[in-house]
């Protein structure tokens, strides 16, 4: 099998709501906000740039001070969040502003607050000589105007105090997010299915989609397509991808190191699967699992879950499952191999009407010898006549092919004589024939190429690799 996007409006809204309902008149003015001149934000304020513990109280000037801590970390599909638990003192004889508070991850301005469902409303001010408690969600969104989802928050994290609809670094207080707390605020938050475009760095865009399940059989991996779109004008370092399953604490490293990017374009990364708690490879994956490619994540999907684990439990290490997942041998090819035989005896047993032509061509045939014998491969067609006539060289000659139709066709050849012919897929017999003792295990049905193969190799015990098969070095001829 091959294979081929709640909160965050709630926080819009209630940001939106309260600096709507909170005006856009001068804040050092008495009477801002349309609030009656009772109602100020004091004098203009200019100091430090200060950053504290969380728990702690910011003086916010001379007569307010606030006071953030902590008490939760949640999410959903639409985002994740900090609950917080705020209290603000003022001293002063007259009602002040509320500063507003911001959650920035390394300097990028990530979000208003919004209510939390079952407590008090936020209050827009603090009264003369008096003090407020209330809980405040801050969401991880976009920086600026974008408000879509920040991927992952990283480098300094800060809880910010700022004027109401503006933030100046010049006058802005913060308290420092603890580090166990921004892993949990990335953990929670939301993972777009793969196929979905994100973005990892300024500029630069990627989408990341499950292709295939592969294995050597010594290592098994998840093969990706990593789509980019990028306009830096230059080739860019891509972040390590990794593989992340339910089952492991551990990623999945990629097979290959120092990939790069540029311009737009697309790369098939293989991801070895992540390490079980004995340092075994899993031989299955559950939910979450998921691609990250630095801040981004791609969650797979239950289809891609379900054909990973179809593909483990039917050993991806086999030999020959490159025929499996290689889309170059999805289908239209033949492979016939003869043991104990050479490449001259068999263009021999071909006939007399041969050129040699570039191996790309369409009936080109290759013709090579191998591992103690010969083997053939072509995109087209060998006709059954000349395999019955390679059988005649040392006794034997085995082919197994498809076409385009999806008909799939194992042909063994004797001395001369057609003793199996079958369609290994459905179980058809082209030739009247018993099953061969090197069928015995095999599973045909489902798993139709890699097995066909593996019955060639059973019968004329010469192994290929898909490396020696496409070296460019072969002659090919036509053959009529």
């Given at each position: 099998m091959?294979?081929?996007?709640?909160?965050?409006?709630?926080?819009?809204?209630?940001?939106?709501?309260?600096?709507?309902?909170?005006?856009?008149?001068?804040?050092t003015?008495?009477?801002?906000?349309?609030?009656?001149?009772?109602?100020?934000?004091?004098?203009?304020?200019?100091?430090e740039?200060g950053?504290?513990?969380?728990?702690?109280?910011?003086?916010?000037?001379?007569t307010?001070?606030?006071?953030?801590?902590?008490?939760?970390?949640?999410?959903?599909?639409?985002?994740?969040?900090?609950?917080?638990?705020?209290?603000a003192?003022?001293?002063?004889?007259?009602?002040?502003?509320?500063?507003?508070l911001?959650?920035?991850?390394?300097?990028?301005?990530?979000?208003?607050?919004?209510p939390v469902?079952?407590?008090a409303?936020?209050?827009?001010?603090v009264?003369?000589?008096?003090s407020?408690?209330?809980?405040?969600?801050?969401?991880?969104?976009?920086?600026?105007?974008?408000?879509?989802?920040?991927?992952?928050?990283?480098?300094e994290?800060?809880?910010?105090?700022?004027e109401?609809?503006?933030?100046?670094?010049?006058?802005?207080?913060?308290?420092?997010?603890?580090?166990?707390?921004v892993?949990?605020?990335?953990?929670?938050?939301p993972?777009p299915?793969?196929?979905?475009?994100?973005?990892?760095?300024?500029?630069?865009?990627?989408?990341?989609?499950?292709?295939?399940?592969g294995?050597?059989?010594?290592?098994?991996w998840?093969?990706?397509?990593?789509?980019?779109?990028?306009?830096?004008?230059?080739?860019?370092?891509?972040?390590?991808?990794?593989?992340?399953?339910?089952e492991?604490?551990?990623?999945?490293?990629?097979?290959?190191?120092?990939?790069?990017?540029?311009?737009?374009?697309?790369?098939?990364?293989e991801?070895?699967?992540?390490?079980?708690?004995?340092?075994e490879?899993?031989?299955?994956?559950?939910?979450?699992a998921?691609?990250?490619?630095?801040?981004?994540?791609?969650?797979?999907?239950?289809?891609?879950?379900?054909?990973?684990n179809e593909?483990?439990a039917?050993?991806?290490?086999?030999?020959?499952?490159?025929?499996?997942?290689?889309?170059?041998?999805?289908?239209?090819?033949q492979?016939?191999?003869v043991?104990?035989?050479?490449?001259?005896?068999?263009?021999?047993?071909?006939?007399?009407?041969?050129?040699k032509?570039?191996?790309?061509?369409?009936?080109?045939?290759?013709?090579?010898?191998?591992?103690?014998?010969?083997?053939?491969?072509?995109?087209g067609?060998?006709?059954?006549?000349?395999?019955?006539?390679?059988?005649?060289?040392?006794?034997?000659?085995?082919?197994?092919?498809?076409?385009?139709?999806?008909?799939?066709?194992?042909?063994?050849?004797?001395?001369?004589?057609?003793?199996?012919?079958?369609?290994?897929?459905?179980?058809?017999?082209?030739?009247?024939?018993?099953?061969?003792p090197?069928?015995?295990?095999?599973?045909?049905?489902?798993?139709?190429e890699?097995?066909?193969w593996?019955?060639?190799?059973r019968?004329t015990?010469v192994?290929?690799?898909r490396?020696?098969?496409?070296?460019?070095?072969?002659?090919?001829?036509?053959?009529?």
């Amino acid at each position: 099998m091959r294979w081929s996007r709640g909160v965050v409006p709630a926080l819009v809204l209630g940001a939106a709501t309260m600096l709507a309902a909170c005006g856009t008149n001068d804040p050092t003015t008495p009477g801002a906000y349309g609030e009656d001149p009772g109602f100020v934000t004091g004098s203009p304020v200019v100091f430090e740039e200060g950053k504290y513990p969380l728990g702690e109280y910011v003086d916010w000037d001379d007569t307010l001070r606030i006071r953030a801590d902590v008490v939760g970390v949640d999410g959903d599909d639409s985002g994740a969040w900090l609950t917080l638990d705020v209290r603000a003192e003022n001293t002063g004889s007259r009602a002040r502003v509320l500063p507003e508070l911001e959650l920035s991850c390394d300097g990028q301005e990530s979000g208003f607050g919004a209510p939390v469902e079952g407590e008090a409303p936020r209050p827009s001010r603090v009264p003369a000589d008096g003090s407020v408690e209330y809980q405040e969600r801050l969401s991880m969104l976009g920086g600026g105007a974008r408000g879509d989802s920040i991927p992952k928050c990283t480098g300094e994290v800060t809880i910010d105090l700022t004027e109401q609809g503006e933030r100046s670094s010049s006058t802005m207080q913060a308290w420092t997010v603890p580090d166990d707390l921004v892993d949990e605020l990335n953990e929670r938050r939301p993972t777009p299915e793969s196929g979905g475009q994100q973005e990892i760095s300024p500029g630069v865009l990627v989408d990341v989609s499950v292709a295939s399940v592969g294995g050597d059989g010594r290592q098994t991996w998840l093969s990706v397509m990593v789509n980019f779109d990028s306009d830096s004008g230059k080739e860019l370092p891509l972040p390590p991808p990794t593989l992340h399953c339910a089952e492991s604490d551990d990623a999945g490293q990629a097979l290959r190191d120092g990939l790069t990017i540029g311009g737009s374009g697309g790369m098939q990364v293989e991801l070895l699967m992540p390490p079980g708690a004995g340092g075994e490879p899993l031989t299955s994956c559950s939910a979450p699992a998921y691609v990250e490619i630095g801040p981004g994540r791609w969650k797979l999907s239950d289809d891609e879950l379900d054909y990973l684990n179809e593909e483990l439990a039917r050993e991806p290490g086999r030999p020959y499952n490159w025929v499996a997942t290689d889309d170059s041998f999805s289908s239209g090819y033949q492979v016939v191999v003869v043991p104990d035989a050479t490449a001259a005896e068999a263009l021999e047993a071909l006939g007399p009407n041969r050129r040699k032509v570039s191996p790309e061509r369409f009936w080109a045939i290759r013709v090579a010898e191998h591992d103690g014998g010969v083997v053939l491969f072509t995109w087209g067609l060998v006709d059954e006549d000349k395999i019955v006539a390679l059988s005649r060289l040392s006794g034997l000659a085995a082919s197994y092919g498809n076409t385009v139709n999806g008909d799939d066709h194992v042909l063994v050849a004797r001395d001369g004589k057609v003793v199996r012919s079958f369609d290994p897929f459905l179980g058809q017999d082209y030739v009247k024939s018993k099953h061969l003792p090197e069928e015995k295990g095999l599973d045909l049905e489902n798993d139709t190429e890699p097995a066909s193969w593996t019955l060639l190799e059973r019968l004329t015990k010469v192994h290929i690799t898909r490396d020696w098969l496409m070296d460019e070095d072969h002659p090919a001829y036509l053959v009529k």
